[in-house]
């Protein structure tokens, strides 16, 4: 089993930035492929950035790309979102995600594919 716990979420004004965090127990994380997906009110939760097992390859939504990135410290069993230009569109809660994936430069970014979630960290952006 893996525990996933979002932190970093928050009010932000539109224009600024956050970086979200995915701390993860139970097992260690270098073994999986890492996920952050969003949700917002009425709408079906969305991929937004992926990461395989030890960083060689990212991939984003195109609604996120050159605005957000996504990155792993393996030795703090840690997974980051660093997003940046923020705006009202990007207001969701946001869940991060783990895939069993060690040595594969698989990203994966359909939500059954994830086999473990964490409660989601909320992101309200005030334009």
């Known amino acids: 089993q893996v525990q996933l716990v979002e932190s970093g979420g928050g009010l932000v004004q539109a224009g600024g930035s956050l970086r979200l965090s995915c701390a993860a127990s139970?097992?260690?994380?270098?073994?999986?492929?890492m996920g952050w997906f969003r949700q917002a009110p009425g709408k079906e939760r969305e991929f937004v950035a992926g990461?395989?097992?030890?960083?060689?390859?990212?991939y984003y939504a195109d609604s996120v790309k050159g605005r957000f990135t996504i990155s792993r410290d393996n030795a703090k069993n840690t997974v980051y979102l660093q997003m940046n230009s923020l705006a009202s569109e990007d207001t969701a809660v946001y869940y991060c995600?783990?895939?069993?994936?060690?040595?594969?430069?698989?990203?994966?970014?359909?939500?059954?594919?994830?086999?473990?979630w964490g409660q989601g960290t909320q992101v309200t952006v005030s334009s």
């Open positions: 990461i395989n097992w030890n960083g060689g390859t990212t």
């Open positions: 139970g097992r260690t994380l270098s073994s999986y492929a």
């Open positions: 995600a783990a895939k069993y994936g060690r040595y594969s430069s698989i990203v994966y970014t359909r939500t059954l594919e994830y086999d473990y």
